[in-house]
């Protein structure tokens, strides 16, 4: 065997064992602990063992328009619940995300289905109404929400959307008629809510629109993404041309986020 065939096979040799070797080390190479991460639970209920709630169409299209938009944004795969979720398994999961998330990391919450209100038995509403979302088999009150908010000691970002009617509040207690807060919540109140935003189709009075293709809220806020530039807008911006695109009246509840997450472009998980 001459010289030029050896030096052939060692090269080809070392060649092969060093591209063997670096793909080894890259899957196990653990990621930055440092790196923003973002994640998202998207929940749509179609359908519900609850009386007096129809049968809502267009869930899976929804899910898929906020799925688009959190793809581009790099998100890690989210968690979806679809069509007959149980109330505990949306309430387990949010606990589970929330409580596991990292200061520099970033959750979002999307539910889309029937939500409504019943008289407050409570003594913690202004209003005397409990806002709560329906799930397959029992509704989920805006109290057992905000509990998982306020004992979470998170400092991770937070987004929920909610498209359902009556969904002005979904996050809290101590909600007014148009579920627009600011001037209701106390400093001490306010302190223990993490850093969150909070986006809701209607305010607490309204019922939402729904077509047989799925909710208009959605619709409308997959419309901004792509046709207005809704990557490049930051979270106040975004939902001021969402309103416009809307004859309800979307809620935006902004209070309890700080400022660098304000000014952050939607739904981008590195922070300013």
Known sequence: ??????????????????????????????????????????????KTKVKGYDYIYGVENNITRVSKIL??????????LIDLPKAKEITDELLGYINNLRDQDLFVFYFFGH???????????????????????????????????????????????????????????????IGISEQLIDNRNKSAMPNFIYMGATTDLEEAPIFLSGGIYTSKLSWVWKNAKGSKLNYEEFNAKLKKRLKVSPVFISEYAKKSFLDNKFLTIEEL
């Open 115 to 177: 939500g409504d209100q019943v008289e407050d038995d409570s003594n913690d509403e202004i209003d005397g109404q409990d806002e709560f979302l329906v799930a397959n088999d029992s509704i989920i009150l805006d109290d057992r929400i905000n509990d998982i908010l306020r004992k979470s000691n998170t400092k991770g970002r937070i987004v929920f959307i909610i498209e359902s009617c009556h969904s002005g509040s979904m996050h809290q207690v101590n909600g007014n008629d």
């Open 1 to 46: 065997m001459n010289f030029r065939l050896i030096l052939y096979f060692v090269l080809i040799f070392v060649f092969v064992f060093s591209c063997k070797g670096k793909t080894k080390d890259q899957e196990n190479q653990p990621f930055n602990i440092n790196e923003s991460r973002g994640y998202a639970l998207l929940v749509g209920v179609s």
């Open 71 to 80: 793809k581009k944004r790099d998100f890690e795969k989210p968690t979806v």
